[in-house]
């Protein structure tokens, strides 16, 4: 290629390369213009909105002062809306204590006027005193001068002048006294037995320690005695229960204290008589069986008792001298129903009267239980029956109430008072015991008797089974306020003399009868 085309070629690159570098500065210098322009366009948009915001938040924040400035001004108004009224508050209560201060100075004007008039009126009784005394023995002088009786014989003569009306009085106050009580309630009476008296008491004991056992036949009878007696001694020995056998017909007698050893002897008795084998090898077999059977009826009997009086956590022990009740009898009531009711009437007065309910359940529910083996042990049977539980594990609040409520100890505790109130009022409720004819008779002639030795009694009567006495007065002797001093008297006596049951009411009936003829 020629030579001048290369230089033409170079020429025309580097003339091109010169016009691009210009017209490419061109560009970029209109490119800065553009961008110098948008930058100042959105500068003045921002301030421009910048402006604005300022004047939003200017007017918020007037408004938010102008809200605040006014809620600070009706907080204000409250709070002095509300001084106001403790202000004219004070100024009342203010005015009131004047009022009372004044009252008060006029009550202490008053009492201090009074205290005065008081200390006046003693004195002047005083004075009167002194003259009346003065009046009186110049009376009586004037009286031994006239009558011609000394000091002590006018003595004498008043006092017997005044002894009708001194009677008359004191009826008077009896009868007043006797209608208060019986508002306020009838007096509880209750019986005291001891274990000595209901172990020898020649009245009960044909009640407590005997069972008859009916025969098919009078053969049987020598049957059970056996060939030179060998059966009866054998059953005797066996069982600790002595067999009476007499002229009675088709019956023979059990007889034992223990009355759990004596129901085994029943039992025993009945199976032998029944099964026809009667030897010393079968009593001794019937024994064995009809001692676990009673064990096992016994158990059943306190866990039945404990269930219903609702008494949880006793000692196996207690329930099993408790089962032993199902067999013993008191006057003819039986221990199981005594227990439950005494445990009722307990509960039911411990919650009337906000005592502790749990240990008047378990105290009522215990507190005969030293009966079970009064037979065994020495002593009362409260006091036996406390130690017992005491043995066993129950606190001394229980323990406690089973020794007081035959006041063995005295009484500590509103517990033991409503155990020993509630045994009394399951004992006294008619019906409860029973008493064998002979002591029957006797406390109505005990009654009678003891009403007919008040002077102005005409006959009395025993009525009601003997819980009431109704008494019939000579009108002319005892007059209406000296029928209720014997009344009173009577029932006294009655108290100191005699041992019953529940409680006894006395009635005086005075009737005055006059009879007139016409002719």
Not at 133 to 162: F, H, N, P, W, Y
Not at 277 to 287: A, S
Not at 432 to 456: C, M, N, P, W
């Amino acid at each position: 290629m020629d030579p001048i085309a290369y230089v033409l070629c170079a020429a025309c690159l580097v003339v091109g390369a010169v016009v691009g570098a210009v017209a490419l500065g061109l560009i970029q210098r209109g490119r800065q213009r553009d961008s110098e322009v948008l930058a100042e366009r959105i500068r003045q948009e921002a301030i421009t909105e910048a402006r604005t915001i300022k004047q939003e938040a200017q007017a918020e924040m007037r408004e938010e002062l102008t809200r605040r400035r006014t809620e600070l001004e009706n907080e204000e108004k409250a709070w002095r809306d509300e001084l106001g009224t403790k202000e004219k508050e004070i100024i009342r209560l203010e005015e009131r204590l004047q009022e009372r201060s004044e009252h008060l100075e006029q009550r202490e004007t008053d009492v201090k006027r009074g205290q005065d008039e008081l200390q006046r009126k003693r004195e002047s009784l005083d004075h009167k005193a002194r003259e009346l005394d003065e009046m009186v023995e110049q009376e009586r002088e004037q009286l031994v001068k006239i009558s011609g009786l000394t000091t002590e014989d006018a003595k004498d003569l008043l006092l017997r002048s005044l002894e009708s009306d001194v009677t008359r009085e004191a009826s008077k106050i009896i009868r007043t006294i006797t209608e208060d009580a019986r508002e306020r309630g009838n007096r509880e009476a209750r019986k005291i037995l001891t274990t000595a008296i209901q172990r020898c008491a020649s009245d009960q004991v044909s009640e407590i320690c005997a069972s008859a056992v009916a025969l098919p036949s009078e053969e049987i009878k020598g049957r059970i005695i056996g060939r030179e007696g060998r059966n009866i001694r054998s059953f005797e020995a066996i069982t600790g229960v002595n067999l009476i056998i007499d002229d009675t017909p088709d019956t023979v007698v059990l007889s034992c204290f223990d009355p759990v050893r004596r129901e085994i002897g029943r039992i025993m008795l009945e199976n032998l008589v029944n099964d026809g084998r009667i030897h010393p090898g079968r009593i001794e077999e019937l024994h064995e069986k009809t001692t676990k059977e009673i064990e096992e009826v016994m158990w059943k009997a306190g866990e039945d008792l404990c269930f219903e009086v609702g008494v949880v956590n006793l000692h196996p022990e207690l329930i099993k001298l408790l089962g032993r009740m199902k067999y013993r009898y008191s006057y003819g009531q039986n221990m199981i129903p005594h227990l439950k009711e005494v445990t009722q009437l307990c509960m039911g007065l411990a919650s009337e009267l906000g005592a502790n309910v749990e240990v008047c359940r378990r105290g009522a529910l215990l507190h005969d239980i030293g009966k079970s083996v009064s037979f065994e042990r020495e002593g009362s049977h409260a006091l036996v029956g406390a130690e017992l539980c005491k043995k066993y594990g129950e606190n001394e609040e229980v323990v406690h109430c089973i020794a007081a409520h035959h006041e063995d100890v005295p009484m500590e505790t509103i517990e033991a008072v409503l155990v020993q109130v509630s045994d009394a009022l399951s004992a006294a409720r008619p019906g409860a015991r029973r008493e064998v004819l002979d002591t029957y008779v006797k406390r109505l002639e005990q009654l009678e008797h003891i009403a007919d030795s008040f002077r102005g009694v005409e006959r009395a009567f025993a009525i009601q089974a003997g819980r009431e006495v109704r008494i019939m007065v000579k009108p002319e002797e005892v007059d209406d306020q000296e029928a209720a001093k014997l009344a009173y008297d009577i029932s006294q006596k009655i108290e100191q003399e005699m041992e019953y049951p529940g409680q006894i009411k006395v009635t005086v009936v005075r009737e005055l009868r006059q009879q007139a003829f016409a002719k």
